[in-house]
């Protein structure tokens, strides 16, 4: 597991990506603040400027505060539980996701991820 922190609007929550291709591409942008935008009212989304490595799967049950991608380059925060039919390639998630979707806002929010 790699340690990260992700910081949402004054809010910081530890936050561990598996240690697998897809993650170590990731961290290896980080810090990084990127503006995310609002989608379905349970998700946050960023398409990243470059490609990361996939190893996508049927996932099912989603859960606040897990980090997916979608694709090979949509960076996706999760703030809500639900069931998914989509495929994505997990990174990792939030140690505590309590009070997220109040951190994060209605529309676009500025999210930071960085190593710990």
Request: with cysteine; charged share 20%.
């Amino acid at each position: 597991m790699i340690a990260i922190t992700v910081k949402a609007g004054n809010t910081s929550y530890p936050a561990y990506l598996y240690d697998n291709e897809s993650s170590r591409a990731l961290v290896s942008r980080f810090p990084m603040t990127i503006s995310m935008g609002e989608l379905n009212g349970n998700e946050k989304y960023y398409y990243l400027p470059q490609d990361l490595p996939t190893n996508t799967e049927a996932i099912g049950n989603i859960h606040s505060g897990d980090l997916m991608l979608f694709g090979s380059d949509c960076l996706v925060l999760f703030y809500e539980d639900f069931r998914t039919s989509y495929r994505y390639t997990k990174l990792g998630y939030l140690e505590d996701p309590s009070g997220l979707a109040a951190a994060l806002g209605r529309g676009n929010v500025n999210v930071t991820f960085e190593t710990r």
